[in-house]
């Protein structure tokens, strides 16, 4: 990486950083983007180039996350099946728990308090639908237009939503993985 792209990754980390501080520290709604701006030493216009949304700031990471949840199907260990992939994926990096850092959690508490900010974590885990149909796809030698595919990877996406406000949301994450690898019969 050049001097200049490190640059660029720097400010954005710096502008990302701000806005979770403030965040954390305030609430989402309390904080304005001139706030974050001047906290991370820029202008509001150098904010947006970064970031062209106030939710954007929350889930800096969106690439990434899309590199890892391809990677939990291509990747997965030989005898895996993708529905048991993607549910251990599903509670990794999508389910906040009592063993889960001060820091994760607080900021699960925060998307889960904010409306706009659940909205927009869900609709980015669903804008990753098609990619993760694809890579299902690829790996079960289905075509590309498998309505199947794109079934398992929409309700995959979906589980740690749908657990939200369980007693216990990881095993009902589990147990709607559940209906995924074993149909409907094996959870009636």
């Known amino acids: 990486m050049g001097r200049r792209e490190r ?8 502008i990302a950083d701000a806005a979770l501080r403030l965040f ?5 709604d309390d904080v304005g983007i001139r706030e974050i ?11 947006f180039k970064h970031f062209p949304v106030k939710e954007a700031l929350v889930f800096d990471e969106d690439a990434a ?11 997965r260990p030989r005898g895996r099946s993708i529905p048991a992939a993607l549910r ?32 927009y974590v869900q609709n980015m885990w669903l804008r990753h639908s098609s990619a993760l149909a694809r890579a299902i796809a690829e790996e079960s ?3 590309a237009d498998d309505p199947a595919c794109a079934a398992l990877a ?10 939200r406000g369980h007693d ?10 559940e209906l995924l690898e074993n149909g409907w019969e094996s959870v009636a």
């Open 168 to 177: 216990d949301p990881r095993q009902a994450v589990i147990r709607a993985f």
């Open 7 to 14: 640059k660029k990754a720097a400010t954005r980390q710096a």
């Open 37 to 47: 701006a001047d906290a991370a030493d820029v202008s509001t216009t150098t904010l």
């Open 24 to 28: 954390l520290d305030r609430g989402y």
């Open 88 to 119: 251990e994926h599903a509670l990794r990096h999508r389910m906040a728990s009592a063993d889960s850092d001060a820091r994760f959690t607080a900021f699960s508490d925060l998307v889960n308090a904010t409306p706009a900010l659940r909205d």
């Open 141 to 143: 030698g289905r075509p």
């Open 154 to 163: 929409h309700f995959a996406l979906e589980a740690p939503r749908a657990a």
């Open 65 to 75: 996350q899309e590199t890892l949840l391809l990677a939990a199907v291509h990747d």
